[in-house]
């Protein structure tokens, strides 16, 4: 995993959700739509065959997985004739909305997004995001969006979980961790960010450098204390024996002794 990964929770839609039944499976309510479309779908299946094979495997009659998959298709933008078609006759941007239909396709109630919009470009990227949102509230559907990118994060999610090496660094309300990070890594994180004005910019890399923290290639791994104590401008003795703990910081929660 990579160290500055940062995980997304969102809350379901306003219709609601669907709890798995008693006894129920509850991998039948859990879907991942990928960050590369052209390498998790089966270039050697129609895009139809791809969407029924769940279906078919739980019982449902051909002719009724085939019509799901078809109005599914327009759902997600595109025609219901691009079931007799293949992977490679589509765009990156529609391979990911193929993607995103054959999660949905088994009605699920979480949907994990890793890096669902990072290989698009930034026009498709939008377009793609705001499918999803849509979605999310027609289905009521809950989100964990796997991301590096702040823009992202703030566009999506509700919540927000910052991880450095697998270890949770903060954690809480989107608009809050965003606007007034605590820990000193995700106050790095945000500022590393690029943003499409020159001088705000300019001012974030002058205040990264001003933090202090060392680059990625100065830490080794660490057997004790906070995983970020090689890096950070803060650390002392205690960070590097003592592992922090999560405390509650203005409705943050975050695994600093000094945040």
């Known amino acids: 995993m990579c160290v500055n990964r940062v995980h997304i929770s969102n809350r379901r839609g306003r219709r609601g959700s669907r709890p798995p039944a008693s006894g129920a499976p509850r991998t039948r309510h859990l879907r991942a739509v990928f960050q590369d479309p052209s390498s998790s779908l089966n270039p050697r299946l129609s895009v139809g065959s791809t ?3 769940p279906l078919r495997l739980r019982g449902i009659a051909r002719p009724e997985a085939w019509r799901r998959a078809q109005s599914l298709l327009e759902e997600v933008g595109l025609p219901a004739e691009a079931v007799d078609r293949y992977p490679a006759q589509f765009s990156g941007g529609q391979r990911q909305r193929i993607a995103i239909a054959r999660a949905l396709i088994c009605e699920p109630s979480v949907v994990v997004c890793d890096e669902a919009v990072s290989a698009l470009d930034l026009s498709t990227q939008a377009q793609v995001l705001n499918l999803l949102i849509d979605l999310r509230e027609r289905h009521g559907l809950s989100y964990l969006f796997i991301t ?5 994060v703030q566009r999506m999610a509700h919540r927000i979980v910052v991880l450095y090496r697998g270890q949770v660094m903060e954690t809480g309300p989107v608009a809050e961790v ?15 960010s690029p943003v499409p004005r020159p001088a705000e910019q300019a001012q974030r890399r002058e205040l990264r450098e001003a933090m202090g923290v060392k680059s990625a290639a100065a830490a080794s791994d660490v ?37």
């Open 51 to 53: 969407l029924i094979e």
């Open 148 to 152: 590096h990118d702040i823009t992202v």
């Open 178 to 192: 965003t606007r007034a990070p605590k820990h000193p890594f995700t106050q790095a994180l945000i500022a590393a």
């Open 223 to 259: 057997t004790g204390g906070c995983p970020f104590s090689q890096r950070c401008p803060l650390a002392t003795e205690l960070c590097r024996e003592q592992r922090p703990g999560l405390r509650r910081i203005d409705g943050v929660d975050v695994a600093c002794h000094y945040a």
